[in-house]
């Protein structure tokens, strides 16, 4: 299923940085950015919860905040992409 | 239906940051921010085709990226948040 994660890390305090750091690299290992913070992962649904228990562990829920959308299997008539940085469809092979 | 509108624009160019206001300008008429770049707008088609049209008007192709996610009608399951800013569901009365 695709799942999109957007994030908003707060920078107002000197760990914000670091937070934001991080929460970069888990989303990085689950899926592929597409906008600065907002990453598209296809996953499985204990993958899902896994992705959620990182980063709940990593942002401070009081000034920063995640957001999940499902869009569940059939994504691909869902989501819309305008402008630069179009990603690659991630199920595709890569042919080179 | 509930549309999650993503931009990412660039701020390279002096143009970039009158960009930026005006995309987010555009979204505040059709939806609410949940996050710095991300909104969810509760439109029909014909709106979601219009809000695209004005936002592609808008923007540099070249350098500016936006990404639209369609969760159609029953999206409450599909959206999940976690920390700071919470939005208030825009569709519940609100209560004063």
Redesign the interface.
């Known amino acids: 299923m695709l799942i999109?994660v957007?994030?908003?890390i707060?920078l107002m305090d000197p760990q914000g940085a670091k937070r934001l750091r991080h929460a970069a690299k888990i989303c990085d290992r689950y899926g592929q950015r597409?906008?600065?913070?907002?990453f598209e992962c296809l996953i499985n649904t204990l993958e899902f919860e896994k992705l959620?228990r990182e980063?709940?562990a990593v942002?401070?829920?009081?000034?920063?905040?995640?957001?999940?959308?499902?869009?569940?299997q059939n994504y691909e008539?869902?989501?819309?992409?305008?402008?630069?940085?179009?990603v690659t469809n991630m199920d595709q092979p890569m042919i080179f």
């Open positions: 999109v957007g994030y908003d707060s597409v906008q600065n913070s907002v959620q980063l709940k942002i401070n829920p009081e000034v920063d905040s995640l957001r999940f959308y499902n869009l569940g008539t869902k989501v819309k992409h305008v402008g630069a940085k179009a």
